[in-house]
């Protein structure tokens, strides 16, 4: 089962930038981030918890419409890392934001796939 641990977060203004990062570790044997899709998810004061963006196997990535054209997922193998660049934040983009995973054999994601595991987070705060 993976390890994931979240960092980035942190307090902005309206209209600014983050970058969250979520790192992975115990990998099986032989396996890498290409076998697991990774999910970012946001869980606001009072709210439950909703799913963002998702990077498939081969890189494929999802978005919802709240943060479609504002956020960006990405990942580096090499460095077991996916990370979630988001810009022109808005107050309503803060929570508590974490990954979760699942084993894929599917290029593509949804934020209604099986995702589990979720790390502890990492607290994002939008205010003027």
């Known amino acids: 089962q993976l390890h994931l641990v979240e960092s980035g977060g942190g307090s902005v203004q309206p209209g600014g930038s983050l970058r969250l990062s979520c790192v992975a570790s115990?990998?099986?044997?032989?396996?890498?981030?290409?076998?697991?899709?990774i999910g970012w998810f946001r869980q606001a004061p009072g709210k439950e918890r909703e799913g963002l963006s998702c990077?498939?196997?081969?890189?494929?990535?999802a978005y919802v419409d709240s943060v479609k054209g504002r956020f960006t997922i990405s990942r580096d193998i090499s460095a077991n890392t996916v990370y979630l660049q988001m810009d022109s934040l808005k107050p309503e983009d803060t929570g508590l934001y974490s990954c979760?995973?699942?084993?894929?054999?599917?290029?593509?994601?949804?934020?209604?796939?099986?995702?589990?595991?979720w790390g502890r987070g990492t607290q994002v705060t939008v205010s003027s």
């Open positions: 990077i498939g196997t081969f890189g494929g990535a």
């Open positions: 115990g990998f099986p044997s032989g396996y890498t981030l290409r076998y697991y899709a």
């Open positions: 979760a995973y699942f084993r894929s054999t599917s290029s593509y994601c949804e934020m209604g796939d099986p995702f589990h595991s």
